[in-house]
């Protein structure tokens, strides 16, 4: 890795207005109540474990940042793989756990081809109810960790990424921003309707062959800068875009005049991976501009609900 880009990185992204230069959040005080009841508890390892949720036995990887004190309250980052794949393989690609927050890799439920999926997707488990399952986890957490309850994200790739959109969707009350990657968002037939404006970052490849930048219809997945734009709507944004160059093979689009920020990151030729990562994160062209932990880090960091 390029010590010099984090600076590099973070002055085109203050550039394209994406974060700000104060994008440390405040502590909050015992008196306050975004504190939550595992403050002052003593915080269980890193590690895998379990949570009961309609009627199944869930499981997810966690980690805690080295320097974990109970009495600071930290940021929690819920992370949803794609399908197939397994919280502890995120974890593995995304470099997510290098962020000071407490950061959640949930696993799903085996579906379709005996295969992990989330819901909203056409292969996923039937009945099962993962947005349920993301309260019964958070709720868990919050109770074992201090969190800032303002400070609650989620983000992922691919399927686990077309989840956190229905997640805004349904959970604005608990999430603060989401920042799907590869997002595979099949169209569900019910009308998203955030009880408030929530910011999106989204990271798609233009040469993405899994999840086609384009869309395709076929497989009820939209034109991605259409899904953006719907976004921006929702967040009552104006229609005025400002695109800045990162690199040689990354264009920043970000939504002028919003309620809660929208912005667009789109990899020339990207294929269905990680940017920043190798190739264990999926099919394609990966590329090495920016790492997408990096850039979700700062984009969260600048965000509170």
Not at 102 to 115: Q, R, S
Not at 160 to 182: H, N
Request: charge should be negative.
């Amino acid at each position: 890795m390029n010590l010099a880009r984090p600076k590099i990185l973070a002055a085109l992204l203050m550039t394209a207005g994406l974060v700000t230069a104060a994008t440390t959040l405040p502590t909050a005080t015992a008196a306050e109540p975004s504190r939550t009841t595992g403050c002052g508890k003593q915080a269980a390892p890193t590690g895998d474990y379990t949570v009961e949720s309609g009627g199944l036995t869930r499981t997810y990887r966690l980690h805690i940042p080295d320097n974990y004190k109970p009495s600071k309250q930290y940021p929690l980052i819920l992370v949803f793989h794609g399908r197939g794949k397994t919280g502890a393989q995120t974890e593995a690609f995304s470099d997510l756990s290098k962020l000071d927050a407490v950061v959640a890799y949930p696993n799903g439920v085996i579906g379709d081809e005996n295969k992990q999926a989330w819901q909203g997707a056409p292969y996923s488990a039937k009945g099962v109810d993962d947005v349920k399952f993301t309260a019964d986890l958070l709720d868990q957490l919050e109770g074992k960790y201090c969190v800032d309850t303002r400070t609650v994200y989620a983000t992922g790739k691919s399927n686990g990424a077309g989840f956190t959109a229905i997640l805004a969707c349904r959970m604005a009350d608990r999430f603060a921003a989401i920042a799907p990657v590869s997002g595979a968002f099949y169209i569900e037939g019910t009308r998203c309707a955030p009880s408030r404006p929530v910011p999106v970052l989204d990271i798609h490849g233009t040469g993405d062959t899994t999840i086609p930048y384009g869309g395709d219809g076929q497989r009820d997945l939209p034109d991605v800068q259409t899904w953006v734009r719907d976004w921006s709507v929702r967040d009552h944004c104006d229609q005025d875009t400002k695109v800045s160059q990162l690199g040689d093979d990354v264009l920043i689009t970000k939504y002028k005049g919003c309620d809660a920020d929208v912005v667009h990151v789109a990899v020339t030729d990207g294929g269905h991976s990680w940017p920043g990562s190798d190739a264990s994160s999926g099919p394609g062209y990966v590329s090495q501009t920016f790492e997408a932990h990096e850039l979700i880090g700062d984009f969260f960091k600048a965000h509170k609900r």
